[in-house]
Structures are given as C-alpha cells and as structure tokens.
C-alpha cells in the first residue's frame, strides 16, 4: 500500500467552527507532513511530525493544531479560521526526517472552505 | 536551499518528448535536484531526483548539467495525463527535511 489518503475531501466551516482533519498511511513511514496551498500557488510547509513529535511548526498560528496518534495517522485540528484559512490542505509522510533524500508521498489533499 | 527558475508553462504534442529546464545556478556541492508535478487537483508526484550523473526511472530522465548549474526533466513521450505543474526542488542531503516548492512549470500535453 503506496497510499496516502485524507478525509474529509471538501470541507466548509464558519469561523467558529471545530473541526478536525485526518490523514493516514500504511507504508511505516515515520514521518509526516501538513502543507498548506493557497489557489495558484506552491504547497507550503506547516508541520512536520518525526517519530509521533511535532519537530517542526513553521510559524502556523494557533489555530491550526496538529496530532499525531500514533504511526499511521495525522491529524489537523481546526478553530477560529479566517476566510484567508481557505486553501488545499495537504498530507504526506515519508520514511524518515533525517534521511532527505526519501521522497515524500503526497495525499490528494482536503480542500478547505472558511465562511 | 539553492532557488530555482523555471518557464511558467510550456506546450507539448501527445507522444512527443516533454524537455522541462530548470536553472539552479547557486546550487551547492552537497545539494541534489529533485523534480515532483502536481496534476490539478491532486497532491504532488515524486519524479525523479539526481545529483551529479543522469538519471532515468520508469516516468522520466534527469539531464544535469557538468557544472550541475542546470537540469532538463525530459518524458519520453507525453501523454494527456502528463499535463501538470512540473516543480524542480533543490535540496541538500543529511538532514534537511523541507521541499521548497517554487513557482513550476504548467506543462500542457495537446492531442
């Protein structure tokens, strides 16, 4: 199983919504990864999770807060988004944090809509 | 990570080879050459990544350049489904974790 899946695929909240997204991958990978990509542009680096712990948050505010359960899922938790918030939230994983040279798989994405 | 420069979008004919270029000319000795594409609508694709030598997989080919100033992503022959923003990445190796998507190429395959 080569698959990285998300759900939900679409997703439309007001701005005082919670809401959780879900990423998971049978490949043992152990480390994961959320990008942010806005209309037209290039995906962006949120978080990254190495071993199950958060190693990396690139800036993200608060309200984006993400969890990593065990190996195989991902979450990001979603609270008191902008209308900016709205983009393509994407998921990968690869086999390790420190070997760069493994290539990233990619889920199909869950596109966010902030109302 | 060394930037990169790459043609807003390019045309090719179905069955033709597709040659993507890609400037990376303040690339370093310990950086490699990575290419990924992003069919709309989908999450990005590993392609193909090289450091010195060309390299070929079962999608494409990897042409570096001898002064490793520049690339060329080249599918062989292009079908419809190969229309994509093709996005070179230059990376370092050890323990760099970040890809830094910068702009790509949108390749459009014709009939």
């Known amino acids: 199983d080569t698959e990285v899946t998300q759900t939900p695929k679409h997703l439309v909240m007001g701005m005082t919504n919670k809401k959780s997204l879900k990423c998971e991958q049978h490949m043992g990978h152990r480390a994961m990864y959320w990008y942010k990509q806005k209309a037209k542009k290039p995906p962006e680096l949120m978080f990254v999770y190495s071993y199950e712990k958060l190693s990396i948050n690139e800036s993200v505010p608060s309200r984006f807060s993400p969890e990593c359960p065990n190996s195989s899922l991902l979450n990001l938790h979603l609270h008191a988004l902008q209308p900016e918030d709205s983009a393509l939230y994407l998921c990968a994983s690869s086999e390790r944090v420190g070997q760069a040279l493994n290539e990233q798989f990619f889920g199909p994405g869950t596109r966010l809509t902030v109302l | 990570d060394a930037k990169t420069t790459q043609p807003t979008s390019m045309d090719c004919a179905e069955g033709r080879a597709a040659n993507l270029p890609c400037n990376h000319s303040t690339i370093s000795g310990n950086e490699y050459v990575y290419w990924y594409r992003q069919i709309h609508s989908q999450g990005p694709q590993y392609i193909i990544h090289?450091?010195?030598n060309n390299e070929t997989n079962e999608m494409a080919s990897l042409i570096i350049t001898e002064d490793r100033k520049s690339s060329t992503l080249i599918l062989p022959h292009a079908t419809l489904r190969d229309t994509a923003v093709y996005y070179c990445?230059?990376?370092?190796?050890?323990?760099?974790?970040?890809?830094?998507f910068g702009k790509g190429t949108l390749l459009t395959v014709n009939p």
């Open positions: 090289g450091l010195k």
């Open positions: 990445i230059v990376r370092a190796g050890g323990s760099n974790y970040k890809l830094t």
